[in-house]
């Protein structure tokens, strides 16, 4: 009876709140589609996460992608330097006593440098490659403008026609010998006895002929020489500053390109030293042409005493015969390079000659001093390497 009690109790309380017992069976019946719409959305959860795991791998591809076009290692965050923190000048000078940077060949010079980059006792040595890379793209004069805040552009390098000495100027020195010498050669006859008279008028003849063909073959003689003649605005220490800056950063910008050293020899006019790299760390191009990426490199490099010129007086007035042989290097490249693509590669050495010496302002500036002292390969290699 207490039994009935009980499971009637159960029944009745079961049946106030509006539903009963059921079966084992009919339960796990009633769970199974909340069951079945838990794993769709579980499922559908994973298939979001794939999906933006992937958008996250192609936007990684993408700017790296991107870093490559634009010159940059993608690698250099990854880079691990083993660069001592501090070095002297004694020091690194010590490191580098048995290289022979005006005697030892081009690959000897790379190796012996580039175990001491290993070794963590340089770091300068080739860091074009890993600052900023070596990589070209299209620049356009409006973009080189933007990227150095207006400093270097067509009109400062020298490319759109801006010349201490201008067109002008050649054809009034023409002028001028060719009615002076006329001038002597009739006062020659008329003055002298008539022998010697007629020997100096066609030796005085002569002065036109051959400045015509100085002027046809090297040009800048006569350029230096209007120059010289009418005066410049410049004080002598300015301009001697500029060959300074100019022939500093020619020598930083090779070095940080990982170019060897042939030739370490001082300007007769000047007696300033003048650094001549090989154009590439296996030595000259030698009855071959040039690789792309040793175009780029010597583009750089040819740029850069322009630039150097251009970061204190706004303007370069030694890049001419620069440009002169970078126009020999297009020529002999492995690839065509057209005429618009020869102006685009220019553009870009001036570029990215510009970020290396602000990115290395105080070593160009320490290096100006020591060029500017006269001296050696090996002492400049050490101030620029000392930190």
């Not at 010498?181 to 002929?209: D, K, M």
Request: hydrophobic fraction near 40%.
């Amino acid at each position: 009876m207490k039994t009935i009690n009980v499971a009637l109790l159960s029944f009745l309380a079961n049946s106030a709140y509006g539903f009963t017992t059921a079966p084992y069976s009919s339960v796990k019946s009633m769970a199974s589609p909340y069951s079945s719409s838990v794993m769709k959305m579980a499922t559908s959860a994973e298939e979001e996460v794939a999906a933006l795991r992937a958008a996250a791998a192609k936007a990684r591809e993408d700017a790296a992608r991107l870093s490559v076009e634009l010159g940059k290692d993608p690698n250099e965050d990854k880079q691990v330097s083993k660069t001592k923190q501090s070095i002297s000048v004694e020091d690194v000078s010590s490191k580098i006593d048995n290289i022979r940077f005006e005697q030892d060949d081009a690959a000897s010079q790379s190796s012996k440098l580039d175990e001491l980059v290993e070794g963590g006792d340089l770091a300068l040595w080739k860091s074009a490659y890993v600052d900023q890379g070596m990589r070209t793209f299209p620049v356009s004069l409006q973009f080189l403008e933007s990227r150095t805040n207006g400093k270097v552009n067509g009109e400062s390098l020298g490319l759109a026609g801006d010349r201490e000495v201008s067109l002008d100027d050649f054809k009034d020195a023409t002028i001028s010998v060719t009615l002076g010498s006329t001038a002597l050669a009739i006062a020659a006859l008329a003055l002298l006895p008539e022998n010697v008279g007629a020997t100096v008028c066609y030796l005085i003849a002569l002065v036109p002929i051959v400045f015509i063909g100085i002027g046809s073959t090297s040009p800048a003689i006569i350029a230096n020489a209007i120059a010289g003649i009418r005066g410049t605005k410049e004080e002598e220490d300015d301009r001697l500053d500029r060959i300074c800056r100019h022939e500093s950063a020619h020598f930083l910008c090779g070095y940080l390109c990982g170019l060897p050293v042939k030739d370490y020899t001082m300007l007769e006019d000047t007696g300033i030293p003048c650094v001549e790299f090989h154009s590439s760390s296996n030595g000259d191009a030698v009855n071959r042409e040039y690789t792309a990426d040793e175009v780029a490199t010597l583009s750089v490099v040819a740029m850069s005493g322009s630039v150097g010129e251009i970061l204190k007086y706004e303007n370069a007035k030694g890049g001419e015969n620069d440009l002169i042989g970078l126009q020999d290097i297009f020529r002999k490249s492995q690839d065509f390079i057209g005429a618009a693509k020869q102006q685009e590669l220019t553009r870009w050495g001036a570029l990215k000659a510009y970020e290396l010496l602000i990115k290395n302002g105080e070593k160009y500036e320490e290096l100006v001093k020591a060029v500017r002292a006269k001296k050696s390969v090996s002492e400049c290699i050490s101030i620029m390497e000392a930190r």
